[in-house]
């Protein structure tokens, strides 16, 4: 029995008992990954894989820390992972614990009320709000993380953080508050691009897909209703950053799912509907390149902010 992780989605939707599938052990530095495309479980592999290696996908979070996945393991699938990652983690030189090393004896009691606060945050993002109840909801989350590490609060890059940040960004998406979702995206993509996985991950796709939409709804908002950050008093194309996401994002689909797979395809069809006759007469790359002074531009808004 496994969970059943949905591409378009990035989260677990529902659980399956699949034959082929459960032949892969566990891994936390995976060489392939399950998702679940309509009514299709599919397995693809996440970096080459040798002749005769052995195929492995992850059971758990792989980035969440050391013993988070242990203890996720052993009730559920009764046994004590031993992977590289693992034998790493225990010396303490893996990527995630050199993160955790001024963690307070506290750390793993915050982390569960971490993780509560973000199934609670999931839970009510479609209720009605104002935009004052989700910035004492994020005062709340790092009210709650400063007993976590002996200094500064909870990273934003150790889990369950980058989880709430894509939770919040959604949020605020959903209400319409697009400058604070455009900086929580771009937090994001600078968190996962720089993490174990980085850009070849399913998390990245995920955020930029979110990224997409805040953009979308930035570039298409009507004339009636203009912007009012101050993103607008800038100089800086969202039209054409937009456009360069899109094609980020296409290609990032196509590398992740395959580009036989729904996902990639209806990536591709929301390109070819947002594109205008400038971006046809290039390559997605050229596109992308075109625009990166632009993009560094964004970035350095939203560090300013």
Known sequence: MMAMRSADQGRDIGAALDLFTSLMNHSCDP????FCEGAQLRARSSRPIAAGEE?????????????????????????????????????????????????????????????????????????????????????????????GFLNNGWPDYVQPGPEILQSFALIYLLQDELERSLRLCLKLCFIIGESTYGTSSPQWVHILSVLVQVL??????????????????????????????????????????????????????????????????????????????EYSALFQWADAQ
């Open 55 to 147: 195929i492995t996908i992850n059971y758990v979070d792989p980035s969440y820390d050391y013993s988070f996945r242990q203890k996720r393991l052993k009730p559920q699938y009764f046994f004590a992972c031993q992977c590289e990652r693992c034998r790493i983690d225990v010396m303490g030189q893996g990527p995630v614990s050199v993160h955790l090393r001024s963690r307070s004896p506290d750390f793993e009691d915050v982390q569960g009320q971490l993780l509560e606060f973000h199934s609670n945050l999931v839970q009510s993002s479609h209720e009605p709000c104002t935009l004052e109840d989700l910035r004492d909801k994020e005062d709340q989350m790092g009210l709650i993380g400063t007993a």
């Open 31 to 34: 060489n392939a990954f399950v």
């Open 216 to 293: 979308a709804a930035m570039v298409h908002r009507p004339k009636a209703n203009p912007p009012s950050g101050t993103l607008s008093k800038t100089k800086i194309p969202l039209p054409e950053i937009h456009g360069a996401c899109l094609c980020q994002f296409a290609e990032a689909v196509k590398g992740m799912y395959g580009a036989d797979s729904a996902f990639a395809r209806a990536a591709d069809q929301l390109l070819e509907w947002e594109m205008n006759e400038r971006r046809k007469l290039m390559s997605n790359d050229g596109f992308i390149a075109q625009f990166r002074k």
